[in-house]
């Protein structure tokens, strides 16, 4: 067999280089699941107390003597000074936009204690039923059956009850509250404004020359032409006439050439 042919070296390459290692991260913590109601939204509870002012007349509701016993009924009575527990309130706000009305004083919350027409309204323990939860339409605080809360009878005198009734038509301020920051002090609501009073228009400009300047001087119309109240220009008179250049004289004729004698030898022409 004939030789194999002898190949070349393979090149050496040089060596890889050393990466650092990697550095380890601590492990991300891990945080406890939010707490969720039934439907899977966190529950808002307001955790400022208010006074629940009536437009009837600026009473508060009050649970009456702080008694903290289940089926107490509630009443409109005015504001204590200084604020006292059996008249201050916060809401706890559901996910379907409902909310509870919860006590400072006990922790119970405001009840209907029925869905009928009449039905006084009483404090109970919480257990979240149609009866505890209420929504706000304006400045009416109305229950699941779309009855609102009203002061029967629209009694003014303190310790009136709360029931439920049918929303009134006009409205009227025995069916209407307002829910005041604990601290705040009532100002009734106006049932109507007063008209807004007829803008006065500007005075009308003073017409010139103003006042304390001297009167503007009045400029005589200027003359046409001719002017009038002037004579007439006169016409310029005519200018006199060159005299006429005198005629140079006649230049003198030139005596007629003589004629040229006949030359010899040509007859005569």
């Known amino acids: 067999y004939p030789p194999q042919p002898t190949y070349p070296p393979q090149p050496t390459y040089p060596p890889q280089p050393t990466y650092p290692p990697q550095p380890t991260y601590p492990p991300q913590p891990t ?23 009536t437009h009837l007349n600026g009473y508060v509701l009050d649970i009456p003597g702080s008694n903290r016993e289940n089926g107490v009924k509630i009443i409109t009575y005015p504001k204590n000074s200084p604020p006292s527990d059996n008249q201050l309130w916060k809401f706890d706000y559901q996910p379907d936009g409902t ?40 400045n009416h605080i109305v229950s699941l059956s779309g009855l609102t809360l009203d002061i029967q009878g629209g009694n003014t005198a303190p310790g009136a009850h709360i029931i439920l009734w049918s929303r009134n038509n006009p409205p009227s301020n025995n069916q209407k509250f307002d829910s005041e920051p604990h601290g705040h002090h ?37 003359p046409g ?34 004629g040229y004698p006949p030359q010899p030898g040509y007859p005569p022409q």
């Open 31 to 53: 945080y406890p699941p939010q707490p969720t109601s039934q439907s899977g939204y966190p529950q808002q509870t307001c955790t400022q107390h208010f006074h629940i002012t």
């Open 99 to 138: 909310f509870l009305i919860i006590s400072k004083l006990h922790g119970k919350v405001l009840d209907c204690g029925g869905q009928t027409q009449g039905t006084e309204l009483i404090m109970w323990d919480r257990h979240g039923g149609n009866n505890q939860r209420f929504r706000k339409e304006g």
């Open 186 to 222: 009532h100002q009734p609501q106006p049932t109507s404004y007063p008209s807004q009073p007829a803008y006065p228009g500007y005075p009308p400009q003073p017409a010139y020359p103003q006042p304390g300047y001297p009167s503007q001087p009045t400029y005589p119309p200027q």
């Open 225 to 258: 032409y001719p002017q009038s109240g002037y004579p007439p220009q006169s016409g310029y008179p005519p200018q006199p006439g060159y005299p006429s250049q005198p005629g140079y004289p006649l230049q003198p004729g030139y005596p007629p050439q003589p």
